[in-house]
């Protein structure tokens, strides 16, 4: 996959399956418009990816979907038009759907199974978070350390994490 231009330094090698959430909170297609409202409610999220029986992706029920649309469960609340990433899905690429799509988050899947989730509040949080190697001084952005140093080969071991001020 063809990686897109990198912003304010931010490393392009980040993968999805490094910053997911996971496990994923589901809703299962017969849950209730008041059991979506409280399943949301309860884990502080704003979505669930719908699954069926065998866990299988069906759509994505969210906030909007239960103010707004008319329907008695979350199979009928649902958006069904998912945009889904892969696992190995470089987090700029992500950066982009996101922003260009419009949309809040996207389902990780691995194997046609769903693994875990990305959201805006994922991507913007491994933008703030910089490690830096202690053999070399090479700064690198992500949720944690990267397994070897891109500029000396350090292991990740040597990888302190750079308190960001402010503004940053």
């Known amino acids: 996959m063809e990686t897109r231009p990198d912003v304010a330094g931010w490393s392009a090698m980040i993968t999805a399956g490094e910053i997911m959430s996971s496990p994923v909170i589901t809703a299962p297609a017969g849950l209730t418009r008041a059991q979506v409202a409280e399943l949301l409610t309860q884990h502080r999220i ?11 992706v069906l759509g994505v029920v969210s906030e909007h979907d239960v103010l707004a649309k008319t329907g008695a469960d979350a199979g009928e609340l649902m958006t069904t038009a998912v945009v889904s990433v892969s696992v190995d899905c470089p987090v700029n690429d992500i950066r982009h759907l996101l922003v260009e799509r419009g949309i809040r988050r996207v389902p990780v899947m691995q194997d046609g ?16 978070t910089e490690w830096v190697c202690q053999v070399c001084g090479e700064p690198v952005r992500g949720d944690q350390p990267p397994s070897v140093c891109p500029r000396c080969h350090a292991a990740r071991e040597r990888f302190v994490l750079q308190e960001q001020p402010p503004g940053t």
Do not use: Y
Request: glycine letters at 8%.
């Open 46 to 56: 704003s979505a669930a990816p719908v699954v069926d029986d065998s866990g299988h």
């Open 113 to 128: 199974r769903l693994v875990g989730v990305v959201s805006r509040r994922d991507i913007v949080a491994t933008m703030a």
